[in-house]
């Protein structure tokens, strides 16, 4: 009979990917990933829309140009993947009020000095809380501290941009001690690249795989080691092994399985586990955030927003906060095309995937209409990606809330027995992005590796 493969990997996103690669690296071959859709890449996914390219999920090579190379950066040049610098500097003039254009320049640079300041404050804060071994704050609670309470639309819209945009969760959920400063930016450098490529950002994934499994002469994976459209839908352990059972009904049997579904998909309980995870991981999991972020396209008959340098990202301002705030088109990167995106997230993103892309159509022509005027032209088409609904992610990427402690954060990353996980939300410095899966996976599989060549099963928290 086949010997069973030592390894399963549940997932074949960025960090699934990464897992398996440094696995096979140290020796380990005999592994299978199953991942439940027909497709690696995970939250790295393109979709073609209107006849142009786009990100539903992971767009920017975030942390470019600093102290340390961002690995993804590396291999998005490697793959002459084409991207493109964002440069936010410009958006204090292209912030436009709740109706009828934008607000005055030297307004809004006021407006965004003050936050910004606030911003600054909030990061010397967050040291010192850390230098002091303090208990964590809110990013909230450092706004109060600042005396500082946006409340108008500007002001809000601005707020917004500044936290909710990166963090996808706004100030009153996220930790102050482990958001700012960001290791991404601090590490990697300021600079984000933004990529729009035929072949999608999920190409680095392809990148990564490539180099471990068997690809045919068109670069297609061939390697029955990776089995796409396995739903696995439960895990079972004992010292001697795992099961791991998918929708199929089929089971199938290794030493170690490495988990890299998202944090969203375990909180919802869509794997079972056999028996049952224990009560420190469950509450470990359960106290992280699954944020929502939610990039809607739109596709017009013609430009009817500024373009050339600097006109790139702007605001809406609303009375809501988080109505319709973050606005890019994409000129640069398909001229002619006339494709906007706006980016909402949290609340919003929960609202807009229940209820209908023309409902959302309609609210979205109402506020281009109050920016730009009544005489611009219809959207003729609408993207809405539905991350929260979508049984596979449960979410977009994951957000560290205030209260939850370094000890907690181990425990999600805490291997169970012979079960393993990985997956951005595992990643202490760079959670959320497309390096932290790609760190997360190479952690993982080493923890593993240790354990089977040397031994070295205990896992410290
Ligand atoms: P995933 O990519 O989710 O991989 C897990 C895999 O498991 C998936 O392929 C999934 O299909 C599979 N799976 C799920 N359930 C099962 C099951 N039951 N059985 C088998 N397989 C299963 N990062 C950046 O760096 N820059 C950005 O600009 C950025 N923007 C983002 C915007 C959005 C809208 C989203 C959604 C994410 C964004 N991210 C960004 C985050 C980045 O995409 C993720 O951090 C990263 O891709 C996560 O990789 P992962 O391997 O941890 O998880």
């Known amino acids: 009979a086949k010997r069973a493969p030592t390894v399963i990997i549940v997932g074949a996103g960025m960090s699934g990917i990464s897992a398996a690669k440094t696995l096979s690296d140290a020796g380990i071959k005999r592994i299978l990933i199953l991942e439940a859709t027909n497709r690696i890449g995970g939250r790295m996914y393109k979709a073609n829309f209107s006849g142009v390219s786009v990100e539903l999920g992971a767009n920017w090579v975030s942390g470019v140009g600093g102290p340390q190379v961002n690995p993804i950066w590396i291999m998005a040049n490697k793959l002459r993947l084409k991207s493109f610098l964002s440069n936010f500097q410009n958006i204090s003039s292209n912030t436009y009020k709740p ?14 000095e003050v936050a910004e300041q606030v911003v600054e404050f909030g990061t010397e804060v967050s040291k010192d809380l850390a230098a002091r071994k303090q208990p964590d704050i809110s990013i909230l609670t450092s706004q109060r501290l ?11 819209v601005i707020d917004y941009y500044l936290c909710d945009f990166e963090s996808a969760e706004p100030p009153r959920a996220t930790s102050l001690l482990n958001s700012v400063p960001s290791s991404t930016y601090s590490n990697f450098g300021e600079d984000s690249y933004f990529v729009a490529d035929p072949r999608g950002y999920e190409s680095v994934v392809h990148y990564v795989a490539q180099q471990f499994l068997t690809t045919n002469a068109a670069g297609q994976i061939t390697d029955p080691r990776l089995q796409l459209k396995k739903v696995v839908t439960e895990i079972s ?5 795992v099961a791991v059972k998918t929708e199929d009904g089929l089971v199938h049997r290794a030493d170690y399985v490495i988990v890299s579904v998202s944090l969203g998909v375990l909180q919802n309980n869509l794997i079972k586990f056999h028996p049952s995870l224990p009560q420190w991981k469950i509450l470990a999991l359960d106290q ?11 596709k017009f008959p013609y430009k009817f927003w500024p373009s050339g340098n600097g006109t790139e990202f702007f605001l809406y301002a609303h009375e809501k906060r988080g109505y319709y705030p973050f606005w890019q088109h994409l000129e640069r990167e398909f001229p002619g095309e006339n494709v906007l995106f706006v980016t909402v997230t949290d609340d919003e993103s929960r609202r807009l995937e229940q209820q209908s892309d023309s409902e959302t159509k309609a609210e979205i022509m109402a506020v281009l209409r109050n920016m730009f005027g009544k005489q611009i032209p219809e959207a003729t088409d609408i993207l809405v990606p539905r ?12 957000n560290w809330p205030i209260g939850v402690s ?3 954060f181990n425990q999600i990353k805490a291997p169970v027995g012979k079960v393993y996980f990985t997956g951005e939300h595992t990643s202490a410095a760079y959670y959320g992005y497309v390096h932290g899966a790609y760190f997360a996976g190479i952690d993982t599989a080493k923890l593993m590796t240790s354990c089977i060549k040397r031994g070295a099963c205990s896992y410290s928290i």
């Open 237 to 241: 352990r004992s010292p001697r092994g």
């Open 99 to 112: 109706v009828g254009g934008v607000y005055e320049e030297s307004v809004a640079r006021k407006a965004f």
């Open 387 to 398: 991350w929260l609904s979508n049984r596979f992610y449960k979410g977009s990427y994951s």
């Open 288 to 298: 992280f955030n699954m944020a929502i972020y939610t990039k809607i396209f739109l």
């Open 146 to 156: 600042k005396n500082y309470f946006p409340k108008t639309p500007l002001e809000m």
């Open 406 to 408: 370094h000890h907690q």
